[in-house]
């Protein structure tokens, strides 16, 4: 692809040689056939030494003769799109490997694709254009909408919902029991976890995390939500719409997630508590049973706070061993103060 034709995908101008484009690469590592962007101003003076053969940069850049470049004002969304079209993923290519095996009453769209090795349960459905890889297990009973792609080795358990357009990488497993168990004569016994899950359209999950169904009702995740990589999601939880989890993240039963809201990486989050629309947790804050947690400013720390008043006590405690020797010097001072005086 030619950078000319590029700047036509993406509706802008470009502004120099329509180079050949093989390829995308960092500021300071691209060559003649690569792609890269300039975030903002703080990075000019790297493209300005960049070898890349285009960069898409803000209205603000000048570039140095023979530089090719595409202006806009969102630099790295456009650059997000441009990779899309110059990586752009393998099609589905329709059928059911021999392989695979389809348990009576399962409905596979005839443009969906199922690789080696697949297990598909009774009554189970997969919707138009959607691709599961190598190894994904779908239990009975299991709904998937239109376009999604299910990485190798997913496992999705019964009565699982997942709409259209759905990501789950590697490792995920969707609908896994609940923590649920009740003492009864000194031993835990299991709570059944008879509820279900539901992954609303346009859910990316990555690889190796878990999402438990309900005891009773479901566990939902909201459209356009993106969970990272190792993030557990609890029985009866209910995160929002757009909501953005880190990896490493824990989130107890019954924790509901507003829309919008952002948590940052080894964040724990109690049972039962919630976190109200366009909240913002830093990394590895935590969240205390049944606290709510309000919008406004980021938060940070354990119980989680306002990042104003963490950094205070942040700084506050890094003080310690300085305000630990002005009270020695003091009491120091005052024994010796009060001490009797000497018999000469």
């Known amino acids: 692809m030619t950078a000319a ?31 890269t962007f ?10 300005r030494r960049s070898r890349a053969g285009c960069i898409i940069a803000p209205p603000g ?21 441009a990779l899309a079209l110059l990586y752009p993923p393998r099609k589905v290519r329709p059928g059911i490997h021999p392989s695979a095996c389809v348990e009576t ?9 199922i690789g080696p090795q697949c297990t598909i349960g009774e009554n189970s459905a997969i919707g138009p254009g959607t691709r599961l890889a190598p190894g994904c297990h779908i239990g009975h009973d299991v709904q998937i909408g239109a376009d999604c792609l299910l990485h190798a080795a997913v496992v999705v358990y019964d009565r699982t919902r997942i709409g259209d357009r759905a990501i789950l990488h590697s490792g995920c497993v969707i609908g896994a029991d609940g923590f649920g168990f009740t003492p009864q004569n ?36 909201g459209r356009g939500s993106k969970l990272d990589n190792m993030v557990h999601v609890g029985h009866n939880c209910d995160v929002g719409c757009n ?7 824990g989130l107890s039963g019954s924790v509901a997630i507003g829309d919008g ?7 724990g989050i ?3 508590a919630r976190i109200e629309p366009g909240v913002v947790l830093g990394s590895g804050s935590g969240v205390l049973t049944s606290k709510i947690v309000r919008a406004g400013e980021p938060l940070w720390g354990t119980p989680a706070r306002p990042l104003r008043e963490y950094l205070q006590q942040l700084a506050l405690f890094a003080r310690l061993p300085e305000f630990r020797d002005r009270i020695k010097l003091l009491e120091k001072n005052a024994l010796e103060k009060n001490a009797p005086e000497k018999k000469k």
């Open 243 to 249: 909501v953005v989890i880190a990896a490493q993240t």
């Open 38 to 47: 300039a975030a903002s101003e703080k990075n000019f003076p790297a493209a």
């Open 5 to 35: 034709e590029l700047a036509g995908h993406l509706g802008l101008a470009l502004h120099g040689d329509p180079v050949e484009l093989t390829g995308a690469a960092t500021i300071e590592s691209g060559g003649p056939s690569d792609l």
């Open 186 to 221: 000194g031993q835990w016994v299991k709570f059944p976890q008879v509820g279900f899950v539901q992954i609303e359209d346009d859910v990316e999950i990555g690889a190796n995390s878990c999402v438990d169904r309900a005891a009773l009702g479901r566990t939902r995740i």
């Open 261 to 267: 809201a952002v948590i940052g990486g080894q964040v």
């Open 270 to 272: 109690g049972d039962k």
């Open 105 to 113: 009453g399962a409905q596979i769209d005839p443009t969906a694709e």
């Open 61 to 81: 850049y000048h570039p140095e003769p023979g530089q090719t470049v595409i202006l806009t004002p969102a630099p790295r969304a456009l650059f997000a799109a």
